[in-house]
Every structure is written in C-alpha cells, then in structure tokens.
C-alpha cells in the first residue's frame, strides 16, 4: 500500500501501542516476582534469627537443627556459626541449579539494636542475595548469606500466555479495520479522480453503498460533490466574465495598455496598436514614452521613472507620431503589502476640445479686450462729465444766498439740486452697468462699517446743513466692528438712503443708526424673505452661524436711516413695498433674459417717480445678501432699514471703557429725543452717570442743582448743550416780542391771544433763564454741539463754553474732550514734570499742562528724516512722541516707560531687529498694545506679513496725515 502511507502509519502506530502495553504487562509481573523472592529471603532471615535467639547456649547440634527445619528447604544459604571462643561452624546448602558457594565470607556489616533484647542482627539485601549477621549476648555469632529463591516461570500458567494472545487478538482487528478503510479510500479516490470541472451540469450524490461505506466517507463525498458543483459554477461565471472583459478590453475606443512596476508594458488593446500603429508582442520591451510625450519636463521625467508614482494622476500628453493631444489618466495596482505592482493607463483623444478651447480662448482674450476697452471708455466718459458737473457745484455752493434776491436765490438752490441730482443720476448709471454683470464684479472683504458709517455721514453733512436737518450718527456699542462684504456696494446704499430722507425731509432730522439683530426680531414679512435667502433662492450671502467668533445671536447688521419728512402716502408706501417683492420674485424665477429685462423694466417703471437712487440701493442689497424693509407714516417721517448678513463678525471695541469716566457727571440738554436716547445708552455702556433734559425750566435747574449739591463730591459735572435747542429757545422768544408789540398796537385782537401769548412767552423766558445760568456757572465745565460750524455761532456763545463739538456727533470726540475737562490740575503738574520728548528738549511748565495729557507715541523708525517727519506730524496732530532707532531698542524703551505709551507706529524694516521681530516679541509677552505698521512697500503680501504677527493696521509711505490721524483715533483708548 504505498499510496496508502496515512493507513500504514496508523496500523504501526496501532502495533506499537500493543507491544508496549505487553512488554509492560510482563516487565510488572517479573518485578513483582523478584520482589516476593526477596521477601521470602528477609522472611527466612527473620525466623532464622527467632530460631536461634531462643538457644541460650547455642551449641552445634542444636544449630545444626535448626537448619535441617523446613523453613530453609529450597534455599541456598552459607551460615558461619562462631563460638566466644573463636570455633567455629560452617554449614552451607546449595540448590541444584546454582553455583556453589566459593570461600568463606565475613560480611562486614554494621549492626544496628533491634526489638530482641538478646540479639543484635542486620542484614542488606541485593538482587541476588541477603547477607546479614546475627550476635547474641553471649558473644556467639552468626554470619549467614541467603541466595533469593529463583524465578519459577510456568508458562502453563494463562497469567503467562493470556495477555500475548489478547495483543495478537487485537492486532488482527486492527489489520482487518485497516484493510476495510483501505478499500474505501480506494473507492473515494476513484471517484475523485472521474470528478471534472467541465463534466457536471449539476449536483449528484457520490455513488457510495451506505452499507458499506462509514458515515465520515459519505460526508466527503458529498461534500467533494458540493465543491465540485460550486468550481463549475465559478468556472462558468469567471469564463464568462473573462469573455466581457477581452471584448470590453479589446474593442473599446480608447487605448488601454497596462505597465509593470519597472515600466515595461505588458498589455495593449487593439484599439492601442490602431492608434499608435503597432502590434503588441510579448517577447517585447516597450515603454510608455516610446508613444506619447508631454511638453512638461517634471511630467515627461515622471512617465520615464514611474516606481515613485502612488497616486491616481491625469497629464496632458501627445503622440510621438501623429502630435495629437491625449489625456492619459494613469493608476497604480497595489499587492496585499502595500507595494505597487504596476499601472493601468487610458488614454482619451482630446486633440479637438483643445483646439476647441484655445479658439474659446482667443475669442474670450478679444472680448476680455472689448470689455477693458468698454470699461476705459465708460470711465472716460465719467469722468469727462463728472468734471463739470463737479466744476459747476463747486462753483454754485460758495455763493452767499444772503444778498441774493428771493428769486435769484430759488435759481441757485435749483441749480445746485438739478446738479446734485444729475452727478447721482451719473453715478447710478455707471453703477448700473456693474449691476448687468452680476455678482461677478463683487469684492467681498473684511469692511469697517463704524467707518463707513462715519464717511457717508460726513459726505451728506453739508446737504443736510443746507436743508436745515439735523443730522445724527449712532453705532450700537453691542455691533460687529468688522464684517464681510462690498465696501463699494454699501458705501453706495447708505449714500443713496441718505440722500433720499435728507431730499424728502423739510425740516427735523436724518438718523443713521447701525445695530446688530438676530431673526427672531425680524419682522414676519421678512422672515421669509428670510428663508429664501437660506434656502438659496435669492443670494448666497446669508448669515452662516458656524463662522462665528463672537456673540452668535447676531445674524444681521440693521442699517436704519430714519428721518422727520413728509413721510409717504398709503399708495406710494404699497408701491414700495411691491417693488420689493416683485423684484425678490422675479430674481427668484427662472426666465430668460428678454423677459426678465421685460419685467424689470415694468417694475422699475412703478417707482420712477418715487426716488431716483432707491433702485440702485435694492439692487445692491440683494447683491450682498440683504434686503430692504420700509416703515412710513404721512407727515410723521419714514425709516428705511437695510438688513445685511452678519458675515465673519469681529466685536472690535470701539467706545473704550476708562475708569476716569465713572467719575464724571454728564448733564446734557438735547433737543432730539431720539439723540438723548443714543447718548443714554452709550453712557450706560461706558457706566458715566447721566442726566438728560429734553426741555429746561426753573423745576429743571432746581433739580439740577440738587444733583450737583449730592455728586459734588463724588463726581466732576459735565455740561452738554446742543445749540438748536439753544437757538430755537432765543429764535422762540425773539419772535413772540416781537409778536407782543404788535398785538399791543393793534387793541383789537381777541385777548385769548395774548393771554396764550403771554403764557407762552413766561414759559420761554423760564426756559432761557435756566440755560443762561446754566452757561454762567464758571465751575461747570460745558460743551456745546451744534449742527452749524463754528464759525457761524455767535463767539459771545462760544467764549462760555470749554469745548466745541459738531454734528453728527463723533462719540471718541465727546470722550477725548469729558477726559481734557476732567483730569485734575494737581495730577498734570505731577506728570509734567522732568519728561523729555524725542528732541531732548524739557517742555516748559506753561505749557505741560496742556501736552501732557495728550497720548505718547513711540516711533520705531532707523531713518532720522522719517524720524522728524513723524514727529512733527504726530506734533500736528496733538500726540507726544519718543524715538526708537531699531527693534530692540523699542522694546528696551516700552519695558521703560510701558504705563506711559499708548500706541507704537513700527518700521517693518530696520538693522538689529525688524518691525516683524519686534511685534512677535511684544505679542509673546502678552501685551496688546496696538502697534501701526509703516512700510514703503504697499502689497497685500506685506500687509499680510504684519497682520500675521500681530499688528493692528498698516500704513503705507509717505504717511498720509488724514489716515494717520483716524488710526490712531480709532486705536488709542481714550
């Protein structure tokens, strides 16, 4: 059974076990015998020792009988009997089978006490013999030798032959179970060997005979059949796979190769050899820049050296022969550890898109071209007709109306709005040509709307003089400094808004208000207007709350501008109102562009005569994002509110807090509510205790002194008088004279006239007295805010005031001036004394009371021109200034004088250690001090350089004075 190696085993395995077992069975039984021959002789021992204990006096015949007893029959033994007096007896027995005994032997053993009093015995046993002494108290001696009785093997005996025939028994069960597996092995292999993966269509049981077969051998079988049936199955299905991929492979349209680790190729589809004209070999050495090249060197390196590339990647390649263009997309095969095998290649002819897309190309450059020329010219045109119109109001707004007839006087005003109106008119139209492109020409940037806010209301300051309007600017402390959006865009909004409610207001105020809102406390119109701008249907610019920095409740910036005017009548509002909507529709509608200019051009034509710049400012708020919410009540005023995302906030601080500020008592008298209720909330917000009058009387000053009586030695009284409160009180009063006087020449007027005349007149007498000697009282410190300019207020009024403020009111202006008015005398003579100033000229005493309470300025600067310049101008400007010729010698002087310099203007580059190195040492130290960069290399990747290590703003050479000044007003903390 040589195949049968597996069998063979088991049966010698099985032999092996039995003659194990057998020769242990007859190694126990022998032992077991010698054991009992030895303890047979130990047992003779004995009783030959009790037999002889007994004599008292042993002589030789009784020693000779008690050898001659039975116990001793069948043993050899030698006993050498020795008397006290040295004889000596020797008595011996030697069986048949065994040698005799050859000598006389004296055992020398040690003797040991036994249990018999009368004797002394030992004895030691070996394999073949015991050998012991016996010595009685008489001093007679016994030296005896007894051989072990010999093994008496019977084979008769079945404890002999039963256990050999047993193992005979079972080793022939064991041959013929062998031989029975056998043949089912040989059944099993022959059926094996007939089963073929081609030869079964289905599943069929093994052709086993259950009777004859072991259940085991069934189950393989079956289970041979199974796997036999499921190989077919698979055998098919990759066959069949196998065909697919040779026809996908071979007739596909694109050339498909295949590349080995070291870069040969290996395989290539038909498509491939009819492409590159060449046949695919396999005793060939092709590679995959014999057929394409690229014009890029990296590339053309990296397809010669492939075993560094990992990656999926797509080159733009061309034939060696035929020069068209082809996209290869390349991808590399990995094995089970991770090391690349080799590569798959695709190639796609994309020899007529890239022509396609160098013509596209061409035309888009030519109309790139027509467009920069279109734009040139437009600006050339702007700027050809702003220049007159600019010229003309330059012209028309010096003239003083004052000595000009009425009629001469109404030409000059229609002149000057007919050229306002037509320089808007102008802009709005360039601005509309921005408009038709979309949102493409947006310029989406970190804006500071405190800012802007600040610009467009200096820009309308003099149209709101001109018109007699108050004008209020208030930025709620509680709103994002910084937001993402269109300076441009929005510059252009709050002008147009402005210029709108300053047209349509007589007399009263305009009010620009800019606060931050979240959507609960929009209206439920604009909710969802709202929602759609969240959904997308209308701009993509919409608050997104996962950006945010800091307070994330705020989701929109309200801009209001709220004026006094005729306000807008119920149909002229729903007008409004439906335009809003309509256009938001329409820019929500999927239409082409003829009938999306149709409509607009239907919507526009409905508000045509309700302002000419509210179309303009609709259409910007959408751009970015926003929208646009009307309020209006006829002859009560009108509020438009723009509503913008809250994009990227940043909550710079821009009313600072000062400790000297809570020690202060504003007292201010405002004629507006609406600018007493911003100046009460700003005064909270800086915790300064205030009080504010609407309208004063002798009850007022009586209240007033009684406040004053109570801060007086807690808090340093401040006097804030608006002059149109004070005007109107002197206008009022002037004019019911001189109504007095005439109903006193004409007896005939009712007397309820003057009675009310009367009246009236008392009141504005009361209230006049109350300012005059509000405005006598020389240790009350007052200021005076006005809308008009200095110049034309009375300098009688001027003389009794401290300080001047105009309107809108610049609130880091109202602070610097409570500061000026409040540091006490004593505390200006102390800090005024022994500074020195970057010239090394000691200021005199005369005049340390007034600079030293200016901020100090410390000039980084290696240049001493540029060092001089800045001085001078920060001198200008009113600002103390110490000198720092590098980097290290401005930290050196900031740990010096640290509690006096407020601001740092840093010079990025200079020997020793640059503006850069100096601002990462500064800000690693923890201080916050703000630091202006100067440089002469105005770029944007400058200005990021500076702001990354932790500059506050930047300034570019030359310094420009106006900029510099609002850097530092917006930077040093009052």
């Not at 009540?633 to 509020?639: E, I, Q, R, Y």
């Not at 010239?839 to 005199?844: F, K, L, R």
């Not at 840093?906 to 690693?924: E, F, K, N, S, W």
Request: proline share 4%.
């Amino acid at each position: 059974m040589p195949q049968f190696q597996s069998l063979q085993r088991l049966l010698a395995f099985y032999t092996l076990t039995l003659l194990a077992m057998l020769s242990l069975y007859y190694f126990i039984m022998f032992h077991e015998m010698k054991n009992e021959s030895k303890q047979h002789s130990v047992e003779t021992f004995h009783t030959l020792q009790y037999q002889i204990s007994e004599l008292n006096n042993p002589i030789n015949p009784a020693v000779k009988k008690i050898v001659e007893k039975p116990f001793l029959a069948g043993i050899s033994y030698q006993l050498i009997f020795m008397m006290p007096s040295g004889q000596t007896f020797i008595y011996h027995q030697t069986e048949a089978d065994e040698p005799e005994f050859t000598g006389i032997m004296f055992p020398s053993i040690e003797t040991s006490l036994l249990s018999n009093k009368n004797t002394h015995s030992t004895y030691t046993l070996s394999n073949e013999k015991l050998v012991g002494t016996i010595e009685l108290k008489s001093g007679h001696k016994f030296y005896t030798i007894l051989r072990h009785k010999p093994l008496d093997v019977n084979w008769v005996s079945y404890r002999y032959w039963l256990p050999l025939m047993t193992a005979i028994m079972f080793f022939t069960l064991a041959l013929l179970y062998t031989l029975k597996r056998r043949a089912n092995w040989v059944q099993l292999l022959l059926y094996t060997d007939n089963l073929s993966s081609h030869a079964k269509e289905a599943y069929t049981p093994p052709p086993f005979v259950s009777k004859e077969s072991t259940p085991e051998f069934l189950q393989l079988g079956h289970a041979l059949s199974r796997i036999n049936y499921q190989l077919h199955n698979n055998h098919r299905h990759i066959t069949t796979l196998k065909h697919r991929l040779e026809r996908l492979v071979d007739h596909a349209p694109l050339p498909m190769l295949m590349i080995m680790r070291q870069g040969q190729i290996s395989f290539f589809n038909q498509r491939f050899e009819q492409v590159f004209s060449t046949a695919f070999q396999n005793d060939s050495n092709y590679k995959l820049t014999d057929f394409v090249f690229t014009e890029d060197e990296s590339t053309q390196l990296l397809l010669q050296q492939l075993e560094s590339l990992r990656v999926t990647r797509t080159f733009m390649v061309y034939g060696l022969a035929n020069k068209k263009a082809y996209q290869l997309h390349i991808t590399p095969w990995f094995g089970e550890h991770g090391q690349v095998h080799g590569f798959t290649v695709l190639l796609n002819n994309v020899n007529d898109l890239t022509s396609q897309n160098e013509q596209l190309q061409q035309q888009n450059i030519e109309i790139q071209r027509q467009l920069d020329e279109f734009n040139a010219l437009k600006s050339s045109m702007g700027h050809d007709l702003r220049l007159p119109l600019e010229a003309m109001i330059d012209t028309l707004e010096p003239i003083d109306t004052s000595v000009l007839t009425v009629k001469e006087h109404q030409i000059v005003n229609t002149l000057i709005e007919t050229s306002h109106a037509m320089l808007i008119m102008l802009n709005e139209m360039l601005d509309i040509g921005e408009i038709e492109v979309r949102k493409t020409r947006l310029n989406i940037e970190t804006v500071d709307i405190y800012k802007i806010g600040q610009h467009v209301s200096h820009l309308v300051t003099k149209d709101a003089r001109q018109h007699g309007l108050e004008l209020l600017y208030f930025f709620t402390p509680d709103c994002p400094r910084l937001i993402d959006t269109d300076h441009k865009r929005l510059q252009t909004i709050l002008r147009n808004l402005l210029d709108n409610a300053i047209r349509y207001t007589s007399s009263g105020y305009v009010v620009l208000t800019i606060e931050a809102v979240n959507t609960e406390q929009l209206s439920a119109k604009n909710t969802i207007l709202v929602n759609d701008l969240v959904n997308g249907t209308t701009n993509k610019l919409v608050p997104d709350n996962t950006n945010r920095k800091t307070n994330p409740a705020h989701d929109w910036v309200r801009f209001s501008i709220q004026d006094s005017g005729i306000g807008l009548e119920t149909t002229q509002r729903d007008k409004l109102h439906s335009y809003f909507n309509q256009t938001a529709q329409l820019e929500n509608t999927q239409l082409d562009q003829s009938s999306y200019s149709q409509k607009a051009s239907q919507i526009h034509t409905q508000v045509s005569q309700a302002d000419v710049g509210l179309t303009t400012a609709h259409s910007f708020a959408k751009l970015l994002g926003g929208f646009i919410e009307l309020h209006s009540t006829p002859d009560v005023g009108s509020t438009f509110d723009l509503y913008l995302p809250c994009q990227n906030p940043n909550y710079q601080p821009i009313y600072h807090l000062n400790q000297q500020l809570t020690r202060l008592h504003l007292i201010a008298i405002i004629n507006q509510p609406l600018a007493a209720e911003h100046l009460k909330r700003l005064c909270t917000h800086l915790s300064i205790t205030v009080t504010i009058f609407t309208s004063t009387d002798s009850v007022t000053l009586q209240q007033l002194n009684d406040e004053l009586m109570q801060n007086q030695r807690t808090l340093a009284p401040i006097l804030l008088l608006d002059y149109d409160y004070y005007e109107s009180i002197t206008l009022a009063l002037s004019n019911q004279l001189k109504d007095e006087k005439s109903i006193h020449a004409n007896m005939v007027e009712e007397q309820i006239k003057e009675e009310d005349l009367a009246n009236t007149l008392s009141s504005n007498i009361d209230r006049q007295h109350t300012l005059n000697h509000l405005l006598a009282n020389v240790s009350l410190p007052k200021i005076l805010l006005s809308m008009k300019s200095e110049r034309r207020i009375a300098s009688m009024l001027l003389d009794r005031c401290d300080g001047f403020l105009t309107k809108p009111l610049d609130v880091n202006l109202l602070l610097s001036e409570l500061l000026r008015l409040t540091l006490p005398t004593r505390q200006i003579l102390i800090q005024a004394a022994d500074i020195k100033y970057n010239d090394s000229v000691v200021v005199s005493a005369d005049n340390r009371s007034n600079e030293i309470i200016s901020p100090l300025i410390l000039v980084v600067e290696d240049s001493p021109t540029n060092q001089k310049i800045a001085c001078k101008m920060l001198a200008k400007l009113g600002y103390r200034s110490v000198v720092a010729e590098d980097g290290q010698q401005a930290l050196d002087i900031l740990q010096a004088q640290r509690q006096e310099i407020d601001l740092i203007l840093m010079d990025c580059r200079m020997p020793v250690m640059d503006g850069l190195q100096a601002t990462q040492a500064i800000r690693a130290q923890g201080d916050d001090i703000p630091i202006v960069a100067l440089t002469a290399n105005n770029t944007e990747e400058d200005r990021s350089a500076c702001l990354k290590v932790g500059m506050d703003e930047f300034l570019a050479k030359p310094i420009n004075k106006d900029k510099l000044q609002d850097v530092l007003t917006a930077l040093i903390k009052p």
